[in-house]
């Protein structure tokens, strides 16, 4: 009879993802991940499989709790565009802390371009949500008359979305909240309507 698992799988996955966050995916040995995740190499086998196994289970959590932790922004939002706004500074305060770590969805297209069909496909889908989520605020900013009426919302998207990622890599230099929230600023403005 096997014995039941003395861990919180979620747990030590979250502390998985913590060490692929700092060293990347070949950067990490599997002495990593047993060391900080405080479990035995068969324990990490039997529950994760190999290491690229746990690595993509921690990119998919990873992914979709920094998809939920964009869209709660919006909470205090009354509006379509206040919503991007919220969107744009809640991460702009996050990722300028001193204490954020780098990001493990633009560490892993950084290290994996499009090499990895696995890799690629967890990060188009949460790409995907953030695109349709910005999408759908722009289209009705723009019914609502808040945002430029001849900005086609797909590549207004695209554009948010980029500049978020390029908000996470200027962090992971050093950029400070300052300087997050003037780029945020810079993209919002991008969403005027003419004067």
């Not at 953030?130 to 009705?140: A, H, P, S, V, W």
Request: net charge neutral.
């Amino acid at each position: 009879m096997a014995r039941p698992r003395a861990f919180d799988r979620d747990q030590v996955l979250d502390i998985a993802i913590e060490v692929f966050r700092q060293k990347g995916f070949d950067g990490t040995s599997t002495d990593d991940l047993i060391s900080a995740m405080q479990i035995g190499r068969q324990s990490l086998y039997a529950t994760f499989g190999d290491k690229r196994s746990l690595y993509l289970e921690a990119l998919r959590r990873y992914n979709t709790n920094s998809i939920v932790d964009l869209l709660d922004a919006r909470r205090e939002a009354t509006s379509p565009r206040q919503t991007i706004e919220a969107v744009l500074f809640a991460f702009a305060e996050q990722a300028g802390q001193p204490s954020a770590n780098a990001c493990l969805g633009v560490n892993s297209i950084c290290e994996f371009g499009t090499s990895d069909d696995d890799v690629v496909r967890i990060n188009h889908e949460s790409g995907q949500t953030l695109q349709r989520f910005l999408e759908r605020n722009l289209r009705d900013a723009q019914s609502e008359g808040e945002v430029d009426k001849a900005l086609d919302p797909r590549r207004a998207a695209q554009f948010i979305a980029v500049t978020l990622m390029g908000m996470k890599v200027s962090a992971r230099a050093g950029a400070d909240v300052a300087a997050l929230r003037n780029i945020a600023r810079m993209a919002l403005r991008s969403l005027d309507r003419p004067s």
